[in-house]
């Protein structure tokens, strides 16, 4: 018994040995932070800047479907928070965020603070989002076309399915995080959910890959129009879908 246990110890110790190796062979791939290491870890993520970039649109742009004052108080206080607290962090914990990315940022994520990952997470989710949106500028169905659509039908069967996948990935995530539908690394897309800011980007949790669309399904989100309504909500945002905007993450990533 006595040995069992010291073998115990000395395996697990082992393990621990090398994941400090990995550790550190990651600070090293860090420092050689090229673009060419990068494109071969993350595909052509949609890359992101450190600041909040002004809406393309009018906070009342999105009406009926999310509204003014939920996009004013989403756009001005929650995600400026995020943007702020994460220029807050890069300073404490020494990133220069002139020469290192964004995604690169995220894809090492489990380096640094829980500040980091929330703030880090949180800017670049919202970003994206907002970059997902468009007015509703026609009474006809809002549906992808090309590429993306092919690769929709290819992956889940119909764009019905992929649609109740994404809606029950957004419902059925407990509390506050995002619906995505990703990229994965073998060409394939996968619909999934991350809890809080988390992201598929970060090299933690299950969901992996170049994201293509996600949904922000805190209350902060919907809860003015729809209280606790969340699939209302997922359903009045595929109305406001930018397709295109999709379809060239698609085809980068
Ligand atoms: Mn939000």
Not at 22 to 48: C, F, R, V, Y
Request: aromatic share 12%; charged share 20%; glycine share 8%.
């Amino acid at each position: 018994m006595k040995k069992n246990r010291r073998d115990f110890i000395r395996k697990v110790s082992a393990l621990g040995l090398m994941a400090g190796i990995t550790k550190w062979a990651h600070a090293a791939e860090w420092s050689a932070n090229t673009p060419a290491a990068d494109s071969l870890m993350n595909g052509q993520a949609e890359e992101i800047g450190y600041t909040q970039q002004p809406l393309s649109y009018a906070f009342n742009a999105l009406e009926p479907y999310i509204d003014a004052l939920t996009m004013e108080i989403h756009y001005t206080k929650h995600a400026a928070g995020y943007t702020k607290n994460l220029a807050d962090a890069c300073q404490t914990e020494k990133v220069d965020t002139a020469a290192v990315t964004l995604v690169s940022l995220l894809n090492r994520i489990s380096n640094y603070s829980v500040r980091m990952r929330n703030n880090g997470g949180g800017h670049y989710n919202h970003e994206f989002f907002w970059r997902s949106l468009q007015p509703a500028v026609s009474t006809t169905p809002n549906l992808p076309q090309g590429e993306l659509a092919a690769a929709i039908v290819r992956d889940f069967g119909s764009l019905e399915n992929f649609q109740n996948q994404f809606t029950d990935a957004g419902k059925n995530r407990f509390g506050s995080g995002w619906a995505w539908l990703v990229k994965s690394a073998d060409g394939k897309l996968k619909v999934g959910s991350t809890p809080n800011q988390d992201n598929p980007l970060m090299d933690i949790g299950e969901l992996k890959g170049t994201p293509i669309l996600g949904l922000d399904v805190w209350e902060h989100a919907y809860y003015l129009k729809y209280q606790n309504k969340r699939p209302d909500y997922i359903k009045a945002w595929w109305s406001l879908v930018s397709w295109k905007v999709a379809e060239e993450r698609y085809t980068k990533g």
